[in-house]
Every structure is written in structure tokens, then in C-alpha cells.
């Protein structure tokens, strides 16, 4: 299949499954596959790098990917750990350009490698990059000296090869009072931003907090309805009523090959993709999976009540307010 064929298709087949999660709860629309939680990062709100973690070879890594997709989902986040630490990552990006999914790689941009982002500018729609604060702030969460300048400095590299280039920033209490701040740091260089609270939250969240938010989403290039936005605040107070949309809308993957519910829950393993389909694992899904999933007390995570929140958001109201942020 050629480059632009594989493109269209994914396009196509990502609008597809857009309309039947929205309007008729077809098939999951989202995946995440951490195919790493090897990291380089050392984030204090994160021990995926303090712990030894098992991955799949290539060969199965791939296999993974073709599961995947045999679900019916539309658009798939390659994520870690830090997915561009795996050698194999381009083999990986390519098979999941094939089987048609949309197709966006999150990373923490520590690793800047020019002829792979190259040849990553190739099999990707989209690449989100981790941006928690100003330069000091981001270092202090980050756990590493000097990690704003080299993400920065990958942001500016992946934007300049064309693609369509975002930043994610995990919201903290170090963070929050500096919102607006980050926003114009990399206005220049982004297509898009999100934001989500550090899961679980710590502190409070103000108004003026979102505020910031509001005035950043209506630059058109916050990737978050209102509701996310409006409702983040009874999160951070314990007001929230959950949202959970696991195993419907969206599901993830650990690095063994693991059916998760989601991304953050990586303590239930549904089976394993190598073994059985999507569908089988989640037909077959134990009693005590189930309860886990039901107990869970819910997050705010963009993967999660993000992917609801967007799905859910009424079409009209959407395309209004992003036409009036380009007047």
C-alpha cells in the first residue's frame, strides 16, 4: 500500500469510527499500546521507571498491533514508558500505518534523533510531546536538569518536519498558577495542547486556574471541550461522578500484550492479545476483573474522560466554536 493510500485510509477509517462510537456504539474507538515502560524520564508523580518491566519482542509486538486493529478500533496512541527507547519503534509505527488506524505517538522528547523523526514523520498523524512548566518546573517533575530545553528543542524539530504537533502537560500544584504561561512559551510550535490533572490529584484547582484553560482553549488549540474543563474542578474536590467508558470506547495495552481496561488501571490483565481477540478476552473476562473495573473510583486522564468527553460533545457546538477561534 502506498504512503498516501495508507493515509487516506486512516483518515477515513478514523471518521468511520468516530460516527459509530458517537452514534451507535459500534466498536471501541480508542486504543493506547504501551509498548514500553522502560522510561528516561524520573517523573515524581510516576514509578514506571523505578521497576523492571518484561516487553514483547518485535515479532509479537506487531502481532499486537494487528489485534489491536482487528477490533475495530480507529485511532491507536503508541505510548510508554518511552516508546522511542525500543529499536524496533519505526517497525512498529509502520505496521500500524498498514492496518489502517490513526495513528499518534506520545513521547517525552528527551530523545532527539533527526533521520528517525524522519522516517517516524512518515507513519504518524500526530505526536504529542510532555511539557509540565516553565523551564524550572518542568525539570523538577521531570526529575531530570535540563529536560525543558531538549523537549523544547524535539518539539521544535518534529513541528519543523510537518507534522501535526502537540504538547500534553500533567497538572500539578508546582504547574497550575503557570498555565498561561507555558501556552505562550510554545505557542509557536504546537498544532495542539491537552491538559490533565496528575492522577490521582493532590492540592486544589482555582478559578483563576481555569480561567487559564478557557482563555488557552479559546486560542482554538486546546483539544478539550468545555465540559472537560467545567467539570475539573468537582475532580479536584471529590464532587465527581465517574466516568468510565472502559472496554466500550476505549481499552489499552501493556507491553507483554496485555488487555487492560485502560491506560492507568495496568493492574487488570484481561488476557493476553497474542492468545485470544479483543472481543474473546472481553466476553471472557473474569468476575473479579469486572468488580475491579467497577470499583475503580474513576480519573480525568485525557485518554479516558477526554476520549468521552469529545465523543460526547455535540458536532455543531464544535465546529462553531473552532471556526470562531480562527476569526
Not at 466476553?283 to 480525568?300: F, H, W
Amino acid at each position: 500500500m502506498s504512503r498516501y493510500n495508507a493515509w487516506l485510509l486512516s483518515k477515513l477509517h478514523a471518521v468511520n469510527g468516530f460516527l459509530l462510537a458517537k452514534y451507535f456504539h459500534r466498536t471501541p474507538f480508542y486504543a493506547t499500546y504501551n509498548v514500553t515502560f522502560r522510561c528516561n524520564s524520573r517523573c515524581v508523580y510516576c514509578d514506571y521507571w523505578k521497576q523492571d518491566w518484561p516487553e514483547l519482542k518485535t515479532e509479537d509486538a506487531l502481532r499486537v498491533v494487528d489485534r489491536i486493529a482487528e477490533s475495530g478500533v480507529s485511532m491507536l496512541a503508541i505510548s510508554g514508558g518511552e516508546p522511542l527507547l525500543r529499536k524496533d519503534i519505526a517497525e512498529i509505527l509502520k505496521e500500524a500505518r498498514n492496518v489502517g488506524t490513526l495513528n499518534t505517538l506520545n513521547t517525552s522528547g528527551l530523545i532527539r534523533n533527526e533521520p528517525l523523526a524522519k522516517e517516524i514523520s512518515r507513519l504518524i498523524d500526530a505526536l504529542t510531546i510532555s511539557i509540565d512548566g516553565p523551564p524550572e518546573i518542568h525539570d523538577q517533575q521531570r526529575g531530570i536538569r535540563g529536560a525543558y530545553e531538549r523537549s523544547l528543542g524535539t518539539l521544535k524539530m518534529y513541528k519543523s518536519l510537518g507534522i501535526y504537533t502537540g504538547v500534553n502537560l500533567v497538572l500539578t500544584e508546582l504547574n497550575k498558577d503557570h498555565l498561561w504561561e507555558v501556552f505562550e512559551m510554545i505557542d509557536d510550535y504546537i498544532d495542539f495542547m491537552t491538559v490533565q490533572p496528575v492522577n490521582p490529584p493532590s492540592g486544589r484547582i482555582t478559578e483563576d486556574n481555569l480561567k487559564a484553560l478557557e482563555r488557552i482553549r479559546s486560542t482554538g488549540k486546546l483539544l478539550l471541550p468545555e465540559t472537560y474543563i467545567k467539570r475539573m474542578k468537582d475532580y479536584y474536590e471529590g464532587k465527581f461522578s465517574k466516568i468510565c467508558e472502559a472496554l466500550g470506547l476505549y481499552f489499552a495495552v501493556d507491553p507483554m500484550g496485555n488487555l487492560m481496561p485502560c491506560a492507568p488501571r495496568h493492574d487488570i490483565k484481561l488476557g493476553n492479545l497474542l492468545e485470544s481477540s479483543y472481543m474473546e478476552l472481553v466476553r471472557n473476562a473474569s468476575p473479579a476483573s469486572i468488580k475491579k473495573i467497577n470499583d475503580c473510583t474513576g480519573c480525568y486522564l485525557v485518554c479516558t474522560v477526554g476520549i468521552s468527553d469529545q465523543i460526547n460533545y455535540p458536532i455543531i457546538k464544535s465546529a462553531y466554536e473552532n471556526i470562531r477561534a480562527y476569526l
